[in-house]
């Protein structure tokens, strides 16, 4: 026998309304995400251009939302056009949100208000403020003043919507201490969090006393991630970090006397000491060498990525196990998600007249693979969205892009659902957002 025909969506749809699926949540999520796909992938289905917009600032997409303006105005993308949801109040460059992460409900727990069960954009002030800002509203639910005696930059998850971390800038030098042969001793600070209720952990101080010449530093999943110029990374355990060198447990708007000076941790201008300096090498978990100091770790056995430290490796990865550094012998690529893909792509960047394969990503609730590929014609670019079957590497469907692609230009595009997203920033910090929405032709569905 063949294989089964799968039920077509009309087909499904009178099945999901005469309750012929389970009614557990999962399933019924399963199946409207498999009607999905099909609707997305059937030929009479089309994505259409229905908004553009441009900016001099800098543009960011999350889960349905466009961000504009230093994350000041949100636009949602899920109506058939997009619509503003709310613009906060004009402020001073020293004020303006320099990044931010989405955070979202976890599920059973019981929070404190009720507030805490909506979504809520977590954002960094340029002037060292962290903020929870309700992502319908914009309204500023919660804020903490970090610190003033650096200057905090970046946000992202230790472990994703649990555990956030603040990673400051790079302390640099003077140009006369630099003459005089005086480095700056600590490189930077990660300060660390529990969010919602938001709890402090600590914030580390990344000493050159300590770990040498370390030239940057991160946190994932709960290892201190150290990486040298040379391309060695070196991994710690963070808890044990904690147990070992934290000088005093700070709790957030608890009084706190620190150096000679009183205040309320968290509330300007006393903001948050760093409790956690390290004075003797911490124990050392794992160490290797990649290129860039390029390195990913992941998966069940634990497994990690990078690429061989030498030049002409450049784009050439390679997957081991954790366990005994075993060398995987399958070719793949690593999607932005992080995701491995058992599928070979070869740039063709020296041929113009071919195509290029500029993004690849994997869009995990449809389980499809997506392809952006760039075709120079003449002096402009023309470039397309490929979906791919992910069990297969089956070309399913081929949307082109209306606008020109340039590929001296730095792109994002997001596959969301039924929602297609271009960000391209060209030269003089002149932004663009295309966005695309599903639109499906009345016709026979195969």
């Known amino acids: 026998m063949g294989p089964t025909r799968k039920p ?50 800098p543009i960011s997409y999350e889960r349905g939302r466009i961000y504009f303006d230093n994350y000041r105005c949100c636009v949602s993308s899920v109506a058939s056009e997009p619509r503003k949801l709310y613009e906060m109040p004009k402020c001073s460059k020293s004020e303006k949100i320099e990044d931010a992460l989405l955070w979202e409900c976890p599920v059973g727990e019981i929070l404190p208000n009720p507030s805490d069960y909506k979504s809520s954009l977590i954002a960094l002030t340029a002037h060292n403020w962290l903020f929870r800002i309700s992502a319908n509203t914009g309204k500023i639910l919660e804020k903490i003043y970090l610190a ?27 140009a006369m201490a630099r003459q005089a042969g005086i480095q700056q001793p600590v490189l930077l600070y990660l300060a660390v969090f529990r969010v919602l209720p938001f709890s402090l952990v600590g914030i580390l101080e990344i000493s050159k006393k300590i770990f040498g010449s370390v030239t940057d530093a991160t946190l994932s999943h709960g290892i201190l991630i150290v990486m040298y110029s040379s391309g060695l990374v070196r991994l710690y355990s963070f808890q044990a970090i904690t147990e070992q060198f934290m000088q005093q447990r700070l709790d957030l708007g608890c009084a706190c006397r620190w150096g000679g000076t009183a205040g309320t941790v968290g509330e300007a201008p006393f903001g948050i000491p760093c409790n956690i300096k390290i004075t003797d090498s911490p124990p050392l978990l794992f160490e290797v060498s990649s290129l860039e100091s390029a390195f990913q770790i992941g ?26 550094n075993a060398l995987k012998e399958n070719l793949f690529t690593v999607t932005a998600s992080g995701r491995m893909v058992k599928k070979t792509f070869t740039l063709l960047d020296d041929d113009p007249e071919q195509e290029t394969f500029k993004i690849v990503d994997y869009e995990d609730e449809l389980d499809l693979l997506s392809v952006v590929a760039v075709t120079q014609i003449d002096a402009e670019g023309k470039a397309h969205l490929d979906f791919h079957c992910n069990e297969y590497g089956t070309l399913l469907k081929s949307i082109p892009l209306v606008e020109s692609w340039d590929v001296t230009y730095s792109h994002e595009v997001y596959f969301d659902r039924d929602l297609v997203l271009h960000i391209e920033q060209k030269p003089n910090r002149v932004f663009s957002c295309y966005v695309y929405q599903m639109v499906c032709d009345p016709g026979e569905e195969e």
């Open 8 to 57: 077509n969506v009309c087909s499904r749809l009178s099945r999901r309304t005469l309750g012929f699926f389970s009614r557990d949540a999962g399933v019924v999520q399963r199946t409207n995400l498999g009607i999905l796909r099909a609707l997305v992938c059937q030929k009479s289905t089309t994505f259409k251009n229905v908004w553009t917009t441009h900016s001099r600032a």
């Open 299 to 324: 998966g069940h056995p634990w497994h990690y990525i990078i690429t061989p430290n030498k030049k002409k490796q450049k784009g050439v990865f390679h997957i081991r196990a954790l366990k005994d």
């Open 148 to 174: 003033s005696y650096c200057k905090f930059r970046y946000l992202s998850w230790d472990t994703p919507q649990e555990v956030l971390v603040v990673k400051s800038a790079q302390n640099k030098a003077s």
